[in-house]
């Protein structure tokens, strides 16, 4: 028996203000998507991730002493500088002997998030990582927007990636990739440092026939771009993790995807062929939570009791960068949800 890395608790955070979609827009009845969560004006991205973390504390026998290290995924930081995730330990009542830190990734972050935490933990430099995710996209995005406005929603994650003893790897069969050369396909294309903003004035983009506009602040998707690269890039990627992970369709007891949109999701399930397969496609009430869309649906089933029996679950993630990542987990290692 040797230790290995471990997904042992998985919990999530949604801001109490929702926003209803058009039911005349076509765009949220095609994607599935009725509602979001919307961040309340003073909630920040740490807000959001602290409130996750808080929540797994609460739902597991675990407490922000036992943390040596935080991960914070995030595309919308407090600030610039410092490190959101320094932030984020000090509120939470980790220890200063922690490591922490920000990585920036949407869609397919989950999966990277877990191969650093494995690797810290498999090399002997942590034996407790807290993993997070936090997004307050829907401030980025115009309110005239009808296109990408209904997709997104904002919300957390909190996972707790720790060292197990096992005869075989409890995270398995990574794979990742990405192209820089569509870098535009999602993008906010002033505000950084190519374009600062105290250089740069606010363009907006010709409306459309329906009104929907954006300004160069403000996120803009190239949404029949993401969807030809979603339908080439994914198939192969759940391929390739399988054969990493010596595993073939008929083994696995789980898929989870990153929740883009559930007409996408479908049209994946079958391209993949995982028709015969669990698969989890439900975003009615929630909407794209980017990086933090696999680890909530990892704590929805694992609140409803339905995670710990499940040997061979495979995620994966793809979008903006472009980027895509995927696993296999054993959720063998998991604690136990408390009751109420």
């Not at 329906?210 to 030809?228: A, L, P, Q, W």
Request: negative net charge; charged residues 20%; hydrophobic residues 40%.
């Amino acid at each position: 028996m040797s230790m290995f890395a471990a997904i042992r608790a998985v919990a999530s955070y949604l801001p109490e203000k929702t926003e209803q979609n058009d039911p005349a827009n076509p765009i949220g009845k095609k994607v599935g998507i009725d509602e979001r969560h919307v961040a309340a004006d003073d909630e920040a991205a740490s807000d959001v991730a602290i409130r996750a973390a808080q929540n797994l504390f609460a739902a597991y026998d675990v407490q922000p002493t036992d943390i040596d290290f935080v991960l914070l995924c995030v595309q919308t930081p407090d600030y610039f500088m410092p490190t959101t995730a320094c932030i984020v330990q000090e509120q939470l009542g980790i220890p200063q002997s922690a490591g922490a830190l920000d990585y920036s990734l949407a869609c397919s972050a989950y999966s990277y998030g877990l191969a650093m935490a494995k690797g810290f933990i498999e090399t002997g430099m942590a034996k407790n990582v807290l993993l997070l995710t936090t997004s307050v996209y829907e401030r980025y995005i115009n309110p005239k927007d009808g296109i990408i406005r209904p997709l997104f929603g904002d919300g957390g994650t909190a996972t707790l990636v720790s060292a197990v003893e096992s005869d075989h790897p409890m995270l398995d069969g990574f794979i990742f990739g990405s192209d820089g050369s569509r870098y535009d396909t999602m993008i906010i294309r002033a505000g950084g440092s190519r374009h600062m903003p105290h250089t740069t004035p606010v363009v907006y983009d010709e409306p459309d026939a329906r009104g929907n506009t954006r300004s160069n602040y403000e996120i803009f998707m190239d949404g029949k771009g993401m969807t030809s690269f979603t339908m080439h890039t994914v198939p192969p990627l759940v391929d390739d993790v399988l054969e990493k992970a010596s595993l073939t369709r008929q083994d696995l007891d789980g898929v989870v995807f990153h929740q883009a949109n559930h007409y996408m999701l479908e049209k994946l399930r079958t391209r993949c062929k995982l028709d015969d397969v669990p698969f989890y496609n439900e975003i009615t009430h929630v909407g794209n939570l980017l990086g933090g869309s696999i680890p909530y649906a990892l704590a929805t089933l694992a609140e409803e009791g339905k995670l710990t029996d499940r040997r061979h679950v495979l995620l994966a993630g793809f979008g903006v960068g472009l980027s895509w990542g995927g696993c296999v987990a054993d959720f063998g290692g998991m604690m136990k949800w408390k009751e109420g």
